[in-house]
């Protein structure tokens, strides 16, 4: 015996997150980023973190396929929540259309 203890056979992530009821992570992050743009939707017109979302960096991008940036990563989240921007100043509805993994943990019910 070597001293683990585990079932034989394989155990595909997507069948254990299905056994505990977890989302994919690519979804907890993605409502992690939404949640992060409504708060800055949300805040006064001079803080620092609304002056950073339209700041523009100038020269010339660099040859190749164009690294991803913020705003393509946040466009494709906006995307798939199917939810619009001008939404975030209804907090609590901007919560409830953002929260798209586990919705029905208790852990996430506030």
Do not use: C
Not at 11 to 28: E, L, M, T, W, Y
Not at 47 to 67: A, Q, T
């Amino acid at each position: 015996m070597d001293g683990w203890s585990h079932a034989p056979g394989p155990h595909p992530n997507d069948a254990i997150r299905q056994k505990f009821g977890v989302a994919p992570i690519a979804d907890k992050m993605r409502e992690a980023r939404l949640r992060w743009y409504g708060h800055v939707l949300r805040g006064k017109e001079d803080s620092v973190r609304k002056i950073d979302r339209n700041f523009e960096v100038i020269g010339k991008r660099p040859r190749g396929r164009p690294k991803q940036r913020w705003s393509d990563t946040l466009r494709m989240d906006l995307k798939v929540a199917g939810v619009h921007p001008d939404l975030a100043l209804d907090r609590e509805r901007w919560r409830h259309d953002t929260r798209i993994a586990d919705p029905a943990t208790d852990r996430d019910k506030r």
